[in-house]
Every structure is written in C-alpha cells, then in structure tokens.
C-alpha cells in the first residue's frame, strides 16, 4: 500500500504528503545541485520547478486528524483517504 499522496509533479520534482507521518511534505529532485552537511541540506530548485510547487495549497487538516499521533487504524491522527476540493475557495477549478 501506498502513503504517498502526490501534490504537485513534473519531469524532474515531485512533490508529495507521506500520509504515515503528519505535518511533513516532502520534495523529490532529479537531477538538481545541492549541498549536504550534518545538519543542513541546500538544494538548487529550478524556477519552472519552483513556479508550480509555488502554487500548491496544503493544509494539515486536508490530509491529517488534529491529533498529533499520526499511527493509521489508531482512530486518531489516522490518514484521511483525500484532501477535501477547495476549488471553490479558491476561485479556481
């Protein structure tokens, strides 16, 4: 089974939701500079990358329960299947 849950996707990025861990959104680069240190990651985001992960809404409550404990099956902080359709909110389709 699959946790993740795509936000935004293109040729070289991916952004997504790890529904399994709440609070967290994670960026997949291929094929970008970066720099890693022990406690720091720098990393080189091309602006056609930028512009369209730029635009991406997300919100805790679309994807996680209020309780901070994200175990699945637990009745709290459990995955919610789909983020709700704010569309509408957003004067978009």
Same mark, same amino acid.
């Given at each position: 089974?699959?946790?993740?849950?795509?936000?935004?996707?293109?040729?070289?990025?991916?952004?997504?939701?790890?529904?399994? !861990?709440?609070? /967290? @959104?994670?960026?997949?680069?291929?094929?970008? =500079?970066?720099?890693?240190?022990?406690?720091?990651?720098?990393?080189?985001?091309?602006?056609?990358?930028?512009?369209?992960? !730029?635009h991406? /809404? @997300?919100?805790?409550?679309?994807?996680?329960? =209020?309780?901070?404990?994200?175990?699945?099956?637990?009745?709290?902080?459990?995955?919610?299947?789909?983020?709700?359709?704010?569309?509408?909110?957003?004067g978009?389709?």
């Amino acid at each position: 089974m699959c946790t993740r849950s795509t936000l935004a996707h293109g040729e070289r990025h991916h952004l997504f939701v790890d529904l399994l !861990r709440s609070g /967290e @959104v994670y960026l997949t680069l291929e094929k970008s =500079d970066f720099e890693a240190h022990r406690d720091r990651v720098t990393v080189a985001i091309p602006l056609d990358v930028w512009e369209q992960i !730029r635009h991406v /809404e @997300v919100r805790a409550d679309d994807w996680w329960d =209020d309780d901070d404990d994200p175990s699945p099956g637990q009745g709290n902080g459990a995955p919610n299947p789909e983020p709700p359709d704010r569309s509408a909110e957003s004067g978009g389709p």
